[in-house]
């Protein structure tokens, strides 16, 4: 195989072609999915709301062919990148806020009992997770950088840190629980900042993560049709290299298994209506026909939740 230095004189439309592999250095990289622009995008930090509809629309994404990662690249820098979170404001998560609640109490019971347990969410957005936690008997504190979604969080009285976790990490705050759902893909630099939740975590105490499965079945079946193909997630992760990259800055991997959303049926149907175009009038049919308090679990194996402790 070509180095990547011969590649980028050969294939000029590749460049720039990352040098090696973000997770384990190695240089035997493969393009994966093309950039591409599909239909209307959400533009500026409409782009990186937790409910973006910006499916398929990306940077080139690569693939590693020794582990397995795939990554995107070029990325954003890492301050555009921090601007556009601070900037989100997301009211159809608002109006989500029945099912997000439902999802949050199933995932809470893979934590185990409270026992008074102190909990850091990263990504608590507008302090949902940190509630259902709360009632549970956890004590929980967030970690947003939305300004609009942290003040939400901070409106139901819990504190709510407005900045990266490297800095939180500085000041020396450990907790028993930190939980990142559905966040990891979103940072520019994975490895530092779980390094840094490392030291957030107490010595003995968890970590908990959920992710888009690139390993999936359904991930691998659909290829470039897989609708996370998108531009706010940045790193797509599988079972085995996200295990990689926590086993390496220091936590030991004790679960994984999928992950389920609950999701009323008038968003999972606007969501497939923004992924697959085509269907979109009849679907927007059968949304008018459906009740919209109608509450469904989705799980296509797609999404994964991963525990690990930071030994003693
Ligand atoms: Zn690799």
Partial sequence: MMDNAARRAAEPHLAPVPDACYLCKGG????????????????????????????????????????????????????????????????????????????????????????????????A???????????????????????????????????????????????????????LWDVVEHFADPREELKAALKLVRPGGRIYLSTIDAGSLLARVMGGQWPWLMDMHLFYFGRRTLAMLLEEVGFHVTDARTYTHIISADYLLRKVGASFTPAAPVLELVRRGVPSNWSIPFNLGDNMLMAAERPL
């Fill in 28 to 123: 035997r990289l493969r393009l994966r999915h093309r950039a591409r622009v599909a239909g209307t995008q959400p533009e500026g930090a409409a782009a990186y709301n937790c409910t973006s509809f910006g499916h398929r629309s990306h940077p080139p994404i690569w693939g590693c062919e020794d582990c397995g990662m795939m990554f995107q690249w070029p990325i954003q820098s890492p301050e555009a990148l921090l601007q556009a979170y601070q900037d989100v404001e997301d009211p159809l998560y608002v109006a989500e806020k029945d099912n997000r609640y439902h999802t949050f109490r199933r995932v809470l019971r893979e934590l185990g009992p409270a026992q008074g347990r102190t909990l850091l969410d990263v990504g």
């Fill in 125 to 179: 957005y507008c302090g949902y997770f940190l509630d259902v936690a709360r009632d549970a008997g956890f004590r929980p504190e967030g970690l947003e950088l939305s300004r609009w979604a942290g003040n939400n969080a901070r409106g139901l009285g819990f504190t709510v840190h407005g900045v990266p976790l490297r800095e939180l990490a500085a000041k020396g705050l450990q907790y028993d629980v930190v939980t």
